[in-house]
C-alpha cells in the first residue's frame, strides 16, 4: 500500500516562498505519476502540477511560472517549490500518486493521497 506524507507548508508573506515535500512508500516510486493539488476553504480541490517519467512536468495556469514540481527517486520524494506566493495560494495541498501513466489533472485520476500540509500567505 502506498503512503504518502507530506510536509513543508506553513504562514508566508506575500511574495515569500515555500517548499513542500511529499515522501512516498510502499511501492516503486520512480514509476509513479505524482502531482500536487490544493483545495482552499469553500472551494474544490484543484490540480496544481504532476511530474512522470514519461509526460514530464505540467502546471496549472495559474501557478506557472512561480511554481516547479521536481522528484528525487532516490529518496522516494516529490518537492513543490512555490515562489512569488500570493494571498490567493491559500490552501491545503495534498500529494496525490498514481501507477497509471498519462496526463492527469483531476483528483479522481489519483489512487492515493496525503493527508495534506497548510499553506497560508498572508498580504
Known amino acids: 500500500q502506498v503512503q504518502l506524507v507530506e510536509s513543508g507548508g506553513g504562514l508566508v508573506q506575500a511574495g515569500g516562498s515555500l517548499r513542500l515535500s511529499c515522501l512516498f512508500s510502499?511501492?516503486?516510486?520512480?514509476?509513479?505519476?505524482m502531482s500536487w493539488f490544493r483545495q482552499a476553504p469553500g472551494k474544490e480541490r484543484e490540480f496544481v502540477a504532476a511530474?512522470?517519467?514519461?509526460?514530464?512536468?505540467y502546471y496549472a495556469d495559474s501557478v506557472k511560472g512561480r511554481f516547479t514540481i521536481s522528484r528525487d527517486n532516490a529518496k522516494n520524494t516529490v518537492y513543490l517549490q512555490m515562489n512569488s506566493l500570493k494571498p490567493e495560494d491559500t490552501a491545503v495541498y495534498y500529494c496525490?500518486?498514481?501507477?497509471?501513466?498519462?496526463?492527469?489533472?483531476?483528483?479522481?485520476?489519483?489512487?492515493?493521497w496525503g493527508r495534506g500540509t497548510q499553506v497560508t500567505v498572508s498580504s
Open positions: 510502499g511501492r516503486t516510486f520512480a514509476t509513479y505519476t
Open positions: 511530474n512522470s517519467w514519461i509526460t514530464s512536468t
Open positions: 496525490a500518486a498514481d501507477p497509471r501513466v498519462g496526463t492527469r489533472r483531476y483528483s479522481h485520476e489519483y489512487e492515493f
